[in-house]
């Protein structure tokens, strides 16, 4: 505010018999494009006696503050109409990128967020700042490798595209408590106003972490209420890698490739589009390598839910099961923890074990499944003697296989897989040598170990006892 005497203002009223009068004027510059009326009185001011002393300095912040605010509306106009830019966040996509990917099945948030970094480091190969995660490899032998792989550190990148120079930043921003990292956001920018070159990019960047993710399969675990990917996705397992007794494999992914193949049955029927299976048997006898090599046959994810996990829950349990990502198996393992023991009157006793999720509870979820897309639960259990036929009942169980201790067949098919180059009587041999020198029931899980033990050396895998 400034105390001045008003001598004539064009466009003010100024009562003729009063122009003594003190005026007290709040005057706003709002833009270096503001009327003609204040460098008037801007004019008029500097005549004034009580205000010009100080006017050269005002008059000069007050051009700098003006031409401040010109440069930042030019900008933004400039960047408004000569440059198009995209936000992709830790969330997912915005603005209309959400539209163009609606249709596609394969869109998740996250998943978006993490094409889009990997496409950009192949583009921005050059730069100079970069974060590095690690790739993790298991093969079916259980043999562990990792990879060194390298994204576009939080910062400035440039990199060219189809011919056009584009500026990526990356923000790491403060921390998502619900999804417990770091939220974070990519800003694509780039010369012309031809939006449509983002649609090439998330196109280009999903085909090629598809056809990556193609040979591998993504296990989900769960977190609070939501499911989420767990590590890197494993190479996928070959089915015949998994050494089964005669004939199991086969009924097992013939019988689930079925029902995959009868949506329309179960929906004209009203019947849950559902199917429970139940391996059991005793521990390493291969049952969870072969629900996941049946994931990756099937081309399917899998979430896995350890009912001995003290934090779950009967309700989290049916939750999760329900909202299961499309086209995955779920893993029910060791389901038997949810038996509680029970005194001779058929009270549950009072239960030390860590499980918190009930037999009850686990029958409601069997029956709860909903949704119309297929649902495929696979359970395992060590101990199918504590489980009574209430969970056997179809619908809850429709089928239920025994996955044994090694048989002889198992032990000459998985010594020829194993060493390729022996012979037909090699196989026989390890049949003998093992009965011989393990007279008990052996599982496959230690009758790999044995073959890793003399993995160079076929002879000795047939000569050295069994530990
Ligand atoms: P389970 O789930 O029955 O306890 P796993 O599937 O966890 O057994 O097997 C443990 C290890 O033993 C895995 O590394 C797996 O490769 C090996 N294994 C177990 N059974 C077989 C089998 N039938 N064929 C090939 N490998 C097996």
Redesign the pocket.
Same mark, same amino acid.
């Given at each position: 505010d400034v105390k001045l005497r008003l001598l004539d203002i064009e466009g003010l009223n100024i009562p003729d018999q009063a122009p003594d009068h003190v005026y007290s004027v709040k005057i706003v510059v709002r833009s270096c494009f503001s009327s003609m009326a204040i460098g008037e009185l801007i004019g008029s001011l500097q005549n004034n006696p009580y205000f010009g002393a100080g006017f050269g300095l005002v008059g000069l912040t007050a051009a700098l503050a003006a031409g401040r605010k010109a440069a930042i509306v030019a900008w933004s106009g400039i960047r408004r109409y000569a440059f198009v830019t995209c936000e992709v966040n830790s969330k997912g996509l915005k603005m209309f990128f959400v539209i163009v990917f609606a249709d596609s099945e394969k869109f998740e948030p996250d998943k978006s967020y993490q094409w889009i970094l990997e496409w950009i480091t192949r583009q921005s190969y050059r730069t100079q700042h970069v974060s590095m995660c690690t790739e993790f490899y298991e093969d079916?032998? #259980?043999r562990i490798s990792t990879r060194f792989a390298y994204i576009p550190s939080p910062g400035i990148h440039f990199f060219r595209y189809r011919g056009s120079i584009f500026r990526c930043e990356r923000v790491r921003e403060q921390m998502d408590a619900l999804a417990g990292r770091p939220y974070e956001v990519v800003t694509l920018t780039t010369l012309g106003r031809d939006k449509s070159i983002f649609s090439f990019i998330f196109d280009e960047a999903r085909t090629i972490a598809l056809a990556e993710a193609a040979n591998k399969t993504a296990t989900y675990v769960p977190f609070g209420h939501e499911w989420r990917v767990f590590g890197q996705a494993r190479s996928k397992?070959p089915i015949d &890698?998994? =050494? /089964?007794d005669d004939g199991v494999a086969e009924t097992l992914v013939s019988d689930v490739e079925r029902f995959l193949s009868s949506a329309e049955w179960y929906h004209k029927r009203g019947i849950p589009y559902r199917r429970g299976y139940l /391996?059991h #048997? @005793? @521990? #390493? &006898?291969?049952?969870?390598? $072969?629900? $996941?090599a049946l994931a990756g046959h099937l081309n399917y994810s899998i979430c896995v839910l350890n009912l001995s996990d003290p934090s779950l829950t009967d309700d989290r349990l049916l939750h999760l099961v329900n909202t299961a990502p499309k086209d995955s198996l779920v893993l029910l393992?060791d389901i038997d923890c949810s038996v509680r023991p029970r005194t001779d009157d058929g009270h549950p006793e009072r239960w030390e074990g860590l499980s918190r999720v009930t037999y009850s509870g686990l029958l409601n979820t069997l029956d709860g499944v909903v949704g119309s897309d297929a649902r495929i639960l696979m359970m395992?259990t060590?101990h199918l003697e504590l489980l009574d036929d209430t969970i056997t009942r179809p619908g809850r169980v429709d089928v239920k296989v025994l =996955?044994d201790d090694?048989s002889d067949r198992?032990l000459k098919r998985?010594f020829l897989r194993f060493f390729p180059t022996s012979s037909e009587s090699d196989g026989d041999e390890f049949v003998r040598h093992v009965r011989r020198t393990y007279p008990r029931p052996i &599982?496959?899980?230690r =009758?790999?170990?044995h073959f890793l033990l003399h993995r160079d050396d076929p002879k000795a895998a047939l000569k050295q006892p069994i530990q």
């Open positions: 079916e032998a #259980g397992r &890698s998994v =050494i /089964l /391996l #048997g @005793p @521990p #390493g &006898s291969g049952k969870s390598s $072969f629900i $996941f393992e395992t060590n =996955i090694a198992q998985a &599982s496959m899980a =009758i790999q170990g």
